[in-house]
Structures are given as structure tokens and as C-alpha cells.
């Protein structure tokens, strides 16, 4: 499975046999054509994989109150719920 998370960011979720990755690509390749990419988290549930993803979102706002903060958080859970049930992975 490879399933896009972030275009800007070029992230995206992955899976073996063993567990879920989220994956970030360069955009470039090696010697041998293989895309350059670094593994940001590894985890054995989707859960998981969905909490890195709100905390990596979290992290990067610019909040300076907590009305902010918690605009920025509602937001996040809205992509991530968007994004989860778009690709089919999260039913409620």
C-alpha cells in the first residue's frame, strides 16, 4: 500500500507485511533510479499512524492563543478525517 498523505510535504502512508510507515519522499533518486525517501514513523496499528499524523500537524502551528490552537486543532482533525475517509480507512 501506498497511499498519499501530504503533496506539499510528500508524505505518504505505507505498509509490509509488519507494519505501517509514513514516509517522506526527496524527490530525487539514487545510483540505481529507487526513490530517495526518510521513514518519519513506523507503527503496527492505522491509529497509531493517525496520531503521529495529528502531532506532525499539531507541531507546526503558529498559534500565540489558545483560541489558536484550538481553531488549528479542529482544522487538523478535519483533514485527517477527510483524508482517512476519502481513502476508505476509517469508518465511524
Not at 501506498?2 to 545510483?31: F, P, T
Not at 496499528?45 to 484550538?70: D, N, V
Not at 488549528?72 to 477527510?82: F, G, S
Request: glycine fraction near 4%; charge should be positive.
Amino acid at each position: 500500500m501506498k497511499v498519499l498523505l501530504d503533496k506539499r510535504k510528500k508524505l505518504y502512508l505505507e505498509s509490509d507485511a509488519h507494519s505501517y510507515m509514513i514516509n517522506k519522499y526527496s524527490g530525487k533518486k539514487d545510483k540505481n533510479g529507487n526513490e530517495i525517501y526518510q521513514t518519519l514513523c513506523y507503527a503496527g496499528k492505522i491509529e497509531h499512524i493517525i496520531k503521529y499524523l495529528y502531532e506532525l500537524k499539531l507541531r507546526e502551528s503558529t498559534a500565540t492563543s489558545m483560541k489558536e490552537l484550538i481553531e488549528d486543532h479542529k482544522q487538523i482533525i478535519k483533514e485527517i478525517r477527510e483524508l482517512f475517509d476519502a481513502e476508505g480507512l476509517v469508518n465511524d
